[in-house]
């Protein structure tokens, strides 16, 4: 099955779409800093899928929520930031 192209129709200029409308340059420290919680919570998403004792997938799981509320947070303009984030 071929996969469908995928168009963000701003183009590659270099910069990258935060929640609530900036943008910033790819290479900005927040960027970086949200693509790797990202792939820290895929890591722990790969462990928590192989573990076998369920308090163990209980505390990765609670984890992985704070992770996804971190990425949020580092992903978000002053406009788009949660409401619980104070920036």
Do not use: C, W
């Not at 900036?22 to 928590?48: C, F, L, M």
């Amino acid at each position: 099955v071929a996969m469908p192209n995928v168009y963000t129709r701003t183009g590659d200029a270099g910069s990258t779409g935060l929640f609530g409308g900036s943008r910033v340059p790819k290479q900005d420290p927040e960027v970086e800093a949200y693509g790797t919680v990202d792939e820290a919570n895929a890591a722990i998403g790969e462990a928590k899928a192989a573990a076998t004792d369920s308090s163990v997938r209980e505390t990765l799981h609670g984890i992985q929520q704070r992770l996804f509320v971190l990425a949020a947070e580092l992903a978000s303009d002053a406009k788009g930031a949660p409401s619980s984030t104070t920036r």
